[in-house]
């Protein structure tokens, strides 16, 4: 059996990103995702999922918050926690100034990067830096903007207590010291 016509372009996608070519990159995923079948577009085609997220975060590279946004929405209707898409709307949110609607997606981008399963989804955006910025830079932007804070942090509780995911643990000790100094 030969590989999906989408698949190959997805391929050809990731090469170029790699090689630094994302006119030609977007195109080969623009190709891919028109060749993908209504049928296959489900939360376990990978694949798709990836090209999606590709899509956002060129799009968001371009400054294209709209494209991105739908991208991202497409994507995460399919798989709710993926830390590339989870990632792009957090950018996307932030871009509109939306920082209050951001905490949420800021928890779910931790508990997609902590999961067992997270090596399968090949994320591009849970490297140790951008782990570091969303828990420096974003976690704090979005809490402090947020407007319940205590069910935010007993959420954060909750979920730190029944799955022992580190990032969330060190997602509630910065909340802890940022409720300190309100």
Known sequence: ????????????????L?????????????????????????SDNLPYIKMLSL?????????????AARYIQEGLALREIHADLLYMRLLVLM???????????????????GAEDSSVYDFGFATREIIDKVMNEILPLAYE?????????????????????????RAREIMTAIDKTH
Not at 55 to 67: F, N, P, W
């Open 18 to 42: 790699k090689m630094g070519k994302r006119d030609h990159a977007r195109e080969s995923l623009n190709r891919a995702l028109s060749q993908v079948p209504e049928d296959e577009k489900k």
């Open 1 to 16: 059996m030969s590989e999906a016509p989408y698949i190959a372009n997805l391929n050809s996608a990731i090469a170029y």
């Open 145 to 169: 903007n947020s407007t319940d804070h205590e069910a935010y942090f007993a959420a954060v509780s909750r979920y730190t207590d029944t799955t022992g995911n580190k990032l969330l643990k």
């Open 55 to 67: 899509l956002a975060a060129t799009a968001v590279g371009d400054g294209d918050y709209t494209s």
């Open 95 to 113: 871009h509109r100034g939306a920082y209050n609607a951001m905490f949420p997606d800021v928890l779910k981008y931790f508990i997609a990067c």
